[in-house]
Antibody, heavy 119, light 111 residues
Framework: EVQLVESGGGLIQPGGSLRLSCAAS????????MAWVRQAPGKGLEWVSV???????YNADSVKGRFTISRDNSKNTLYLQMNSLRAEDTAVYYCARRSQEYSYGLGYWGRGTLVTVTS | QSALTQPASVSGSLGQSITISCTGTSSDIGAYNYVSWYQQHPGKAPKLMIY???NRPSGVSNRFSGSKSGNTASLTISGLQAEDEADYYC???????????FGTGTKVTVL
């Protein structure tokens, strides 16, 4: 069974750093397109960062130069290193997987982890 | 990286059918058949309901159907049920960005 479990969220001051983790089971993170998608309180979904199976990574303009997506093959875990955090980064961060069976659709999601940036 | 346009809210009575629109451009919906739809209940993660415009993942009710015409995609929910009350987001591949895009979201209310 495919599972994605996020962790690492919490309360952080502006300018601080956090690293989110997404532990995967039932499939290999390295063999799939993986994404971080966030949702600010009461707002819509927003793509944050993605990593392709080949290792290419892309970020939203709003987080370029501050956030870095990566993965650990041995731990089968996806990460999001978030630096220079701002109040507008406050959101629930979801880890999601795109699998071949659902083409471009994000067929698997974690439950999310809340990041609150406040002084 | 602007969002696809959806109506803020749509409502319908139990048993009725409703349709949610999702308007994009010739760089996304108009050019590719990579439109997805997601259902999100309060406090829960999004759930994939439709992929590639009109395909349903296994386990998704056949009351949900998708279509596309030009730059606009649509999600139709037939035989509306109480549990369909949720937020719905469309998504699409786009050639104008390295990331795909989501819609603005639509709140569905069952009367």
């Amino acid at each position: 069974e495919v599972q994605l479990v996020e962790s690492g969220g919490g309360l952080i001051q502006p300018g601080g750093s956090l690293r989110l983790s997404c532990a995967a089971s039932g499939f290999a993170v390295t063999s799939n397109f993986m994404a971080w998608v966030r949702q600010a309180p009461g707002k819509g979904l927003e793509w944050v960062s993605v990593i392709y199976s080949g290792g290419d990574t892309y970020n939203a303009d709003s987080v370029k130069g501050r956030f870095t997506i990566s993965r650990d093959n041995s731990k089968n875990t996806l990460y999001l290193q978030m630096n220079s955090l701002r109040a507008e980064d406050t959101a629930v961060y979801y880890c999601a997987r795109r699998s071949q069976e659902y083409s471009y659709g994000l067929g698997y999601w974690g439950r999310g982890t809340l990041v609150t940036v406040t002084s | 990286q602007s969002a696809l346009t959806q109506p803020a809210s749509v409502s319908g009575s139990l048993g009725q059918s409703i349709t949610i629109s999702c308007t994009g451009t010739s760089s996304d919906i108009g050019a590719y058949n990579y439109v997805s739809w997601y259902q999100q209940h309060p406090g829960k993660a999004p759930k994939l309901m439709i992929y590639d415009v009109s395909n349903r993942p296994s386990g998704v009710s056949n009351r949900f159907s998708g279509s596309k015409s030009g730059n606009t995609a649509s999600l139709t929910i037939s035989g509306l049920q109480a549990e369909d009350e949720a937020d719905y987001y469309c998504g699409s591949y786009t050639s104008s960005s390295t990331l795909d895009i989501f819609g603005t979201g639509t709140k569905v209310t069952v009367l």
